[in-house]
Protein backbone atom coordinates (compact mmCIF):
# COMPACT_ATOMS: atom_id res chain seq x y z
CA UNK A 1 0.00 0.00 0.00
CA UNK A 2 0.73 3.59 -0.10
CA UNK A 3 3.60 4.95 2.37
CA UNK A 4 3.22 8.38 3.73
CA UNK A 5 3.62 11.28 1.36
CA UNK A 6 5.08 14.80 1.80
CA UNK A 7 4.84 17.45 -0.33
CA UNK A 8 6.74 19.45 -1.21
CA UNK A 9 10.06 17.43 -1.84
CA UNK A 10 12.01 20.53 -2.18
CA UNK A 11 11.17 24.24 -0.39
CA UNK A 12 13.55 27.62 -1.14
CA UNK A 13 11.88 30.41 0.57
CA UNK A 14 13.12 33.63 1.71
CA UNK A 15 13.97 34.58 5.09
CA UNK A 16 10.54 36.14 6.56
CA UNK A 17 8.20 34.53 4.66
CA UNK A 18 5.93 31.71 5.46
CA UNK A 19 6.11 27.94 4.34
CA UNK A 20 3.30 25.38 4.68
CA UNK A 21 4.39 22.05 4.86
CA UNK A 22 2.36 18.87 3.97
CA UNK A 23 2.05 15.31 5.50
CA UNK A 24 -0.79 12.41 3.52
CA UNK A 25 -0.13 9.54 6.20
CA UNK A 26 -0.77 5.99 5.69
CA UNK A 27 -4.22 5.05 5.76
CA UNK A 28 -5.56 3.84 8.91
CA UNK A 29 -2.97 4.99 10.92
CA UNK A 30 -4.26 7.19 13.93
CA UNK A 31 -1.05 8.99 15.14
CA UNK A 32 0.83 11.82 12.97
CA UNK A 33 3.96 13.02 14.18
CA UNK A 34 6.38 15.83 12.51
CA UNK A 35 10.14 16.18 13.42
CA UNK A 36 12.83 17.80 11.57
CA UNK A 37 16.33 17.03 10.87
CA UNK A 38 19.04 19.57 10.70
CA UNK A 39 22.41 18.55 8.74
CA UNK A 40 24.18 15.81 10.30
CA UNK A 41 21.50 15.99 13.46
CA UNK A 42 19.37 13.38 15.15
CA UNK A 43 15.41 14.20 14.80
CA UNK A 44 13.97 16.61 16.49
CA UNK A 45 10.62 15.66 17.95
CA UNK A 46 7.94 18.83 17.18
CA UNK A 47 4.31 17.43 17.65
CA UNK A 48 2.00 14.76 17.39
CA UNK A 49 -1.62 14.19 16.55
CA UNK A 50 -3.64 11.08 17.86
CA UNK A 51 -7.48 11.16 16.65
CA UNK A 52 -9.36 13.79 17.98
CA UNK A 53 -7.24 14.79 21.20
CA UNK A 54 -5.49 17.74 21.41
CA UNK A 55 -1.36 17.75 20.18
CA UNK A 56 1.09 17.32 21.65
CA UNK A 57 2.96 20.89 20.88
CA UNK A 58 5.95 20.14 23.54
CA UNK A 59 8.51 20.00 20.69
CA UNK A 60 7.49 22.94 18.67
CA UNK A 61 10.67 25.33 19.31
CA UNK A 62 8.87 28.88 18.58
CA UNK A 63 5.21 30.02 17.91
CA UNK A 64 6.41 30.57 14.46
CA UNK A 65 5.59 26.89 14.13
CA UNK A 66 2.48 25.43 14.17
CA UNK A 67 0.53 22.41 12.63
CA UNK A 68 -3.04 21.34 12.34
CA UNK A 69 -4.36 17.80 11.22
CA UNK A 70 -7.91 18.03 9.39
CA UNK A 71 -10.47 15.08 9.42
CA UNK A 72 -7.60 13.03 10.78
CA UNK A 73 -5.74 12.48 7.86
CA UNK A 74 -4.02 15.66 6.39
CA UNK A 75 -1.48 17.92 8.36
CA UNK A 76 0.20 20.88 7.46
CA UNK A 77 3.12 21.96 9.39
CA UNK A 78 3.24 25.60 8.92
CA UNK A 79 6.15 27.71 9.61
CA UNK A 80 5.50 31.54 9.84
CA UNK A 81 8.53 34.19 8.86
CA UNK A 82 10.89 31.74 8.45
CA UNK A 83 14.58 32.35 9.47
CA UNK A 84 17.91 30.77 8.42
CA UNK A 85 18.04 28.42 11.13
CA UNK A 86 14.82 26.68 10.48
CA UNK A 87 16.02 25.10 7.09
CA UNK A 88 16.08 21.44 7.65
CA UNK A 89 14.18 18.33 6.56
CA UNK A 90 11.46 18.07 8.01
CA UNK A 91 10.01 14.84 8.23
CA UNK A 92 6.83 13.20 9.37
CA UNK A 93 5.55 9.97 10.02
CA UNK A 94 2.59 8.00 11.03
CA UNK A 95 1.52 4.91 13.10
CA UNK A 96 -1.15 2.54 14.03
CA UNK A 97 -1.41 3.87 17.56
CA UNK A 98 0.33 6.87 19.66
CA UNK A 99 0.48 4.45 22.78
CA UNK A 100 4.01 3.92 21.80
CA UNK A 101 3.88 0.04 20.94
CA UNK A 102 4.14 0.57 17.29
CA UNK A 103 6.44 1.92 14.97
CA UNK A 104 6.40 4.71 13.12
CA UNK A 105 7.07 4.95 9.67
CA UNK A 106 8.37 7.95 8.12
CA UNK A 107 7.78 10.09 4.93
CA UNK A 108 10.36 10.87 1.86
CA UNK A 109 10.41 14.23 3.95
CA UNK A 110 10.60 18.31 3.06
CA UNK A 111 14.17 19.90 2.58
CA UNK A 112 13.31 23.63 3.88
CA UNK A 113 16.60 25.96 2.58
CA UNK A 114 15.77 29.58 4.20
CA UNK A 115 18.22 32.33 2.46
CA UNK B 1 23.02 13.38 29.83
CA UNK B 2 21.31 12.60 26.56
CA UNK B 3 18.31 10.85 26.88
CA UNK B 4 19.47 8.20 24.14
CA UNK B 5 22.64 7.92 23.58
CA UNK B 6 24.46 6.35 20.79
CA UNK B 7 27.98 6.46 19.10
CA UNK B 8 28.58 8.50 16.53
CA UNK B 9 31.06 6.15 15.18
CA UNK B 10 32.06 6.06 12.10
CA UNK B 11 32.00 1.99 12.91
CA UNK B 12 33.66 -0.01 9.88
CA UNK B 13 33.53 -3.65 9.67
CA UNK B 14 34.20 -5.77 7.12
CA UNK B 15 31.85 -7.93 4.96
CA UNK B 16 30.48 -11.00 6.29
CA UNK B 17 30.97 -9.51 9.78
CA UNK B 18 28.92 -8.97 12.74
CA UNK B 19 28.10 -5.52 13.46
CA UNK B 20 26.99 -4.54 17.03
CA UNK B 21 25.47 -0.85 17.36
CA UNK B 22 24.93 0.07 20.70
CA UNK B 23 22.34 2.35 22.46
CA UNK B 24 22.09 3.31 25.88
CA UNK B 25 18.89 5.06 27.76
CA UNK B 26 18.02 7.03 30.45
CA UNK B 27 14.28 6.96 31.73
CA UNK B 28 14.08 3.51 33.54
CA UNK B 29 10.29 3.89 32.52
CA UNK B 30 10.98 3.05 28.60
CA UNK B 31 8.51 0.74 27.34
CA UNK B 32 9.14 0.26 23.57
CA UNK B 33 12.50 0.37 21.66
CA UNK B 34 13.13 0.71 17.84
CA UNK B 35 15.89 0.52 15.13
CA UNK B 36 16.17 2.58 12.23
CA UNK B 37 18.05 2.64 9.59
CA UNK B 38 18.51 5.48 7.48
CA UNK B 39 20.87 5.87 3.99
CA UNK B 40 22.17 9.28 3.13
CA UNK B 41 19.78 11.77 1.80
CA UNK B 42 16.71 9.41 2.87
CA UNK B 43 14.21 9.62 5.86
CA UNK B 44 14.87 6.79 8.29
CA UNK B 45 13.02 3.00 8.01
CA UNK B 46 11.96 1.34 10.49
CA UNK B 47 13.87 -2.29 10.95
CA UNK B 48 13.54 -3.71 14.38
CA UNK B 49 11.48 -3.18 17.25
CA UNK B 50 11.54 -4.90 20.64
CA UNK B 51 9.53 -4.36 24.09
CA UNK B 52 10.77 -7.09 26.50
CA UNK B 53 13.80 -8.63 27.96
CA UNK B 54 16.33 -10.63 25.87
CA UNK B 55 16.56 -10.96 21.86
CA UNK B 56 14.39 -10.85 19.13
CA UNK B 57 15.54 -11.81 15.60
CA UNK B 58 14.57 -11.25 12.34
CA UNK B 59 16.54 -12.43 9.18
CA UNK B 60 20.30 -11.03 9.75
CA UNK B 61 19.15 -8.92 12.27
CA UNK B 62 18.77 -9.05 16.07
CA UNK B 63 17.58 -6.59 18.47
CA UNK B 64 18.40 -7.07 22.55
CA UNK B 65 17.19 -5.40 24.98
CA UNK B 66 18.19 -5.29 29.02
CA UNK B 67 15.92 -2.96 31.23
CA UNK B 68 18.29 -3.53 34.09
CA UNK B 69 21.04 -1.74 32.12
CA UNK B 70 18.88 0.86 30.17
CA UNK B 71 20.48 -0.64 26.97
CA UNK B 72 19.53 -1.60 23.67
CA UNK B 73 21.70 -3.39 20.86
CA UNK B 74 21.37 -4.11 17.10
CA UNK B 75 23.45 -6.66 15.65
CA UNK B 76 24.09 -7.36 11.95
CA UNK B 77 25.16 -10.95 10.69
CA UNK B 78 26.74 -10.99 7.76
CA UNK B 79 27.06 -7.66 6.90
CA UNK B 80 26.84 -6.00 3.52
CA UNK B 81 28.14 -3.38 1.99
CA UNK B 82 24.55 -2.19 1.46
CA UNK B 83 24.05 -2.27 5.22
CA UNK B 84 26.37 1.02 5.43
CA UNK B 85 24.03 3.70 6.73
CA UNK B 86 23.49 5.03 10.20
CA UNK B 87 21.54 3.37 12.38
CA UNK B 88 18.87 5.45 14.73
CA UNK B 89 17.83 4.05 18.02
CA UNK B 90 14.56 5.50 19.18
CA UNK B 91 12.54 5.00 22.74
CA UNK B 92 9.39 5.84 23.89
CA UNK B 93 9.13 6.72 27.49
CA UNK B 94 5.67 5.18 27.48
CA UNK B 95 4.14 8.55 29.49
CA UNK B 96 4.22 10.66 26.53
CA UNK B 97 2.07 8.80 24.21
CA UNK B 98 3.44 7.63 20.91
CA UNK B 99 6.96 10.29 20.97
CA UNK B 100 9.97 8.78 19.83
CA UNK B 101 13.49 9.86 21.62
CA UNK B 102 15.27 9.53 18.83
CA UNK B 103 19.46 8.67 19.74
CA UNK B 104 22.31 10.80 17.29
CA UNK B 105 22.55 7.49 15.85
CA UNK B 106 25.87 4.99 14.27
CA UNK B 107 27.29 5.51 11.05
CA UNK B 108 28.15 1.87 9.77
CA UNK B 109 30.64 1.62 7.06
CA UNK B 110 30.46 -1.77 5.44
CA UNK B 111 33.86 -2.93 3.75
CA UNK B 112 33.97 -5.02 0.80
Known amino acids: GAGVSQSPSNKVTEKGKDVELRCDPI?????LYWYRQSLGQGLEFLIY????????KSGLPSDRFSAERTGGSVSTLTIQRTQQEDSAVYLC?????????????FGPGTRLTVT | QKEVEQNSGPLSVPEGAIASLNCTYS??????FFWYRQYSGKSPELIMSIYSNGDKEDGRFTAQLNKASQYVSLLIRDSQPSDSATYLC????????????FGQGTELSVKP
Open chain 1, 93 to 105: ASSWSSGGASGQY
Open chain 2, 90 to 101: AVNKGNQGGKLI
Open chain 1, 49 to 56: FQGNSAPD
Open chain 1, 27 to 31: SGHTA
Open chain 2, 27 to 32: DRGSQS
